[in-house]
């Protein structure tokens, strides 16, 4: 999310297109605080795909996950060759398509990304020719505010990154903009028409519990992919996907981005550290971790034992992120790329550890759907879409659970309170977002409990609603017990009568 300042120092970075941040002017130079020695770090895994991928692009994911990449929480995938376009190319094509549109910006100021300052915002953006003029320029102004140590400008750049990142007083402010989060569907998408690899069809395939949903139904920048333009330091702070959703991240074209990743086995370590470090500032901004504007370094995350993967993304590499994998990053010059997350089967035990996880964070992270909308639009839709017989098995016994769950939740309001009124939705297509819990600030898509005394809508799983002496209850419900004891029978059908 792009935040808008308030305060006075952001203020004067509100800046027009042509403006661009000077070099410094220290003449003396002294040895950067971190040396190469410091960035000796573990590579992600990589694999080299062919276009057969892209027949079948969860086939991969399953065999990611059945040999055991979902330890390392993110693979790089590299493309063959002939399907990556020339940058010249590319960005001529992006530009034509961008039609003088005008992209806002986040404007991060490297030296208090260590403070967790929220980003400022240019609202009169740039058009791509005026964000690659910005780039262009900083980069040939910029210079090293320290002593150089390699000759392989990528390291270099990642040593004094760091370096201000973590000593930012004793560097002059390094300022940079970032058009992040710009919707496919609005803007534009990178790739050309039948180009292998294209992100917006990539949840239609077979296994994607994402192919269910048609164009009114999808959910920007989940399942509809999101465009980057970056320039050199442009970064993204340290967060996870929504739900612990996996992700496609692709370079289309330009300079090098570098990914850092933490295994989903120390996401828990990682966020009591993130609180213990950021104890003072999460007072002031409870929700600091979810505006994905504070930077850690990786030195000092495994310092305090947690290890850090590494990897260069270049055009024609695809990063894959699995789970609860905790990722940051920064680019090394104007490039672009193209994201956009996805929902294979594996993923479904990943959303109760996401639920769970907000809830103990005190429901600070809104969730963004409903995982009861998702499966009963598989089920309803059983005969169009395409599971394999593995993962009919996994939406079985993942809706069998939420089934058993919310029955039980069920009967115990209808034995908790007297007169109890069961009323079944008029509209049972309604939209899952019509009805938010007063507590927990969740959609409630099958069911909720209503206090015609207070007015209170509240999730059947809170099961006490109010403080009302003589509360009058109603349970809504969109599906009867019956209803869904027969969805669960047509998952067991398909799965019994399709194919190993």
Known sequence: MIHSSKNTKKSKKQKNCDDFTDSHSKLLLERFPYTINDFQLKDVPV???DRCFFADPFKTIDELYTKGYEKFGIVKLILPSDLIVPNKKFFTLLETKLKGKRMQTR???????RAGEIFGSNTVGFTIQEYMNLANRFEC????QGLREVSNQIRQNEIEFW???????RYEDIEVEYAADLLATKYATGFQEGQLGNLNRINKNRNSIFQVLQE?????GISVPWLYLGMKYANFCWHKEDLNLNSMNYMHAGAAKTWYAIPPSYSDKFLQYFNQAFENERKSNPHLLYDITCQISPIELIENGIPILRTDQQPGELILTLGATYHAGFSHGFNCSEAVNVAPTQWLKEFDKAIQEYRMNGNLKKV????????????????VVKFTQQSWQKLFEKFKQMMELEISNRNFILNLYDNVKLIEFVNK????????????????FLSYIFCGKCIKKVCICHQSICACATPQISLYIRYSNIELQTMLATLESKLKTTGS
């Open 141 to 144: 102004n910029h210079r090293l």
């Open 163 to 169: 370096s201000i990142i973590d000593y930012p007083t």
């Open 368 to 383: 963004s759907f409903p995982l009861e909308w998702l499966l009963c639009k598989v089920i309803l839709m059983s005969e």
């Open 107 to 113: 404007i991060q100021t490297l030296n208090t990304e």
């Open 429 to 444: 297509q309604e939209k899952y977002d019509r009805s938010v819990c007063k507590i927990c600030s969740n959609y409630m």
């Open 47 to 49: 694999l080299k795909i």
């Open 216 to 220: 009114k139904n999808e959910m920007s």
